[in-house]
């Protein structure tokens, strides 16, 4: 079975653009939550969603948004890009949705905002 | 509010000896689940173990094992015979059973390096 993918690998912005990154899950499962992880923060919850609706959030201002397809393949979308969202994003998929599920990450896509 | 702490922020270790990563967590739920995760170089995190609060049963995995204590509130991991693979950063995190408000908090991390 493929693992969690996610596109791009990297991606170098500038202030004020807007980002969208990409999540493939693990075949058959249905929730898939995001993350931030940063030096100064460590790992943050950013959402979860699961059969296309976003199940729960974290403490992210509005700019940080998702969605997630009939396929379950999701979306994390960031608006006017501050030099704070450089990070590390990952993805993590499991069958069933809520945090007390094992989760399984993807590689992630580090984010350059310059 | 749930917190999880790893006070050790780096470790290193010659290769072949056991090392202990410590792990805190603070709930007020009962009911709750307890992970531990492993970060390589390459960035995604690798699960090793999920333990929910009412089995307090010691596990061991090859050469690794967990100590879950509730009356510390401890989920510590030692690595026995420690080889250079196992250097990553090891990560572990407590989920509280809120139905539909389940978030996965994390500790900072300890980054282990095993010496050759």
């Known amino acids: 079975k493929a693992g969690v993918t996610q596109t791009p690998r990297y991606l170098i912005k500038t202030r004020g653009q807007q980002v969208t990154l990409s999540c493939s899950p693990i075949?058959?499962?249905?929730?898939v939550s995001w993350y931030q992880q940063t030096p100064g923060q460590g790992l943050q919850f950013l959402f979860e969603?699961?059969?296309?609706?976003?199940?729960n959030k974290g403490n992210f201002p509005g700019r940080f948004s998702g969605r997630q397809f009939s396929n379950s393949r999701s979306e994390m979308n960031v608006s006017t890009l501050e030099l704070g969202d450089s990070a590390l994003y990952l993805c993590a998929s499991s069958p069933q949705g809520g945090s007390l599920n094992i989760q399984y990450f993807g590689a992630g896509t580090r984010l350059s905002v310059l | 509010a749930q917190k999880v702490t790893q006070a050790q922020t780096e470790i290193s270790v010659v290769e072949k000896e056991d090392v202990t990563l410590d792990c805190v967590y603070e709930t007020r739920d009962t009911t709750y689940y307890l992970f531990w995760y492993k970060q390589p170089p390459s960035g995604e995190l690798v699960f090793l173990i999920r333990r929910n609060s009412f089995d307090e049963q010691n596990e061991i995995s090859g050469r690794y094992s967990w100590n879950f204590q509730k009356s510390t509130s401890s989920f510590n991991f030692t690595i026995t015979a420690s080889q250079v693979v196992d250097s990553a950063v090891y990560f572990c995190a407590l989920s509280e059973a809120n139905f539909g408000n389940e978030k996965l908090t994390f500790g900072t991390g300890t980054r282990l390096t095993i010496i050759p």
């Open positions: 969603y699961f059969s296309e609706t976003q199940r």
């Open positions: 075949s058959g499962h249905r929730s």
